[in-house]
C-alpha cells in the first residue's frame, strides 16, 4: 500500500481520503464516491469540470506521526480508548454544471502536510484537464509519485 497525504493506492485504484470511510476513487473511466466497500455514486470523468478538496492542511511536514503519538500518550494516560477520530473533509465536484459536496475521510487526526493536499489537487486538475493522462490511473503508483513530486516542489 502506497500513501502520500490525501492519496492512497488501494486495491489497483488511486484514492482519495480514507478507503475505509467516504472517499473517491479514481479509475481510466470514473470518479466513483464510496463510504468503505460500499457501493456509492459514479460519475463519468466528461462529466466533471472541477474536483476541489476541503481538508484541514497543516504547515507540519509529519502531521500523521505527531496524532499517533500525541493520542497514543493521551489514551495510554488515560487506561482506555479516548474516543478521537479524524474530522471528515469533504470535496466538491461540479457535474455538469452543479455542485456536489461529498464527504472524504481522513487517514489520521490533524491535517494533512499542505503540500501534499496542493500536490493531490494539482493532480486531479491535471486529469481533469488532459483525458488522455488518465490512462495513468491504471498505475496508481505513478501517480502517488507524481503528486508527491508536485508537492515537494509546491514546498520549495
Same mark, same amino acid.
Given at each position: 500500500? #502506497? $500513501?502520500? %497525504?490525501?492519496? @492512497?493506492?488501494?486495491? %489497483?485504484?488511486?484514492?482519495? %481520503?480514507?478507503?475505509? #470511510? ?16 460500499? /457501493? ?15 481538508? !484541514?492542511?497543516?504547515?507540519? #511536514?509529519?502531521?500523521?506521526?505527531a496524532s499517533t @503519538? &500525541?493520542?497514543?500518550?493521551? /489514551? ?7 474516543? @478521537? ?7 466538491e465536484l461540479i ?10 475521510? $481522513?487517514?489520521?487526526?490533524?491535517g494533512y502536510w499542505? !503540500?501534499?493536499?496542493? &500536490? ?8 481533469? &484537464?488532459?483525458?488522455?493522462? #488518465?490512462?495513468?490511473? %491504471? ?12 508537492? $515537494? $516542489?509546491?514546498?520549495?
Open positions: 500500500m #502506497r $500513501r502520500y %497525504g490525501p492519496l @492512497i493506492v488501494a486495491e %489497483g485504484a488511486l484514492v482519495v %481520503g480514507d478507503p475505509g #470511510r467516504g472517499h473517491l476513487r479514481l479509475t481510466e473511466d470514473v470518479v466513483a464516491h464510496r463510504h468503505g466497500a460500499g /457501493a456509492g455514486r459514479v460519475f463519468a470523468w466528461e462529466h466533471l469540470s472541477s474536483v476541489r478538496f476541503d481538508v !484541514p492542511t497543516t504547515g507540519f #511536514r509529519y502531521p500523521g506521526l @503519538i &500525541g493520542l497514543g500518550i493521551l /489514551a495510554a494516560a488515560a487506561q482506555e480508548d479516548v474516543g @478521537i477520530g479524524p474530522d471528515d473533509g469533504s470535496v457535474v455538469r454544471g452543479e455542485a456536489q459536496r461529498l464527504d472524504l475521510g $481522513r487517514h489520521h487526526v490533524g499542505r !503540500p501534499t493536499v496542493v &500536490g493531490a489537487q494539482l493532480l486531479l486538475d491535471q486529469l481533469i &484537464g488532459h483525458p488522455e493522462q #488518465r490512462l495513468l490511473l %491504471g498505475r496508481p503508483e505513478v501517480l502517488v509519485d507524481l503528486a508527491a513530486k508536485l508537492a $515537494r $516542489r509546491e514546498a520549495g
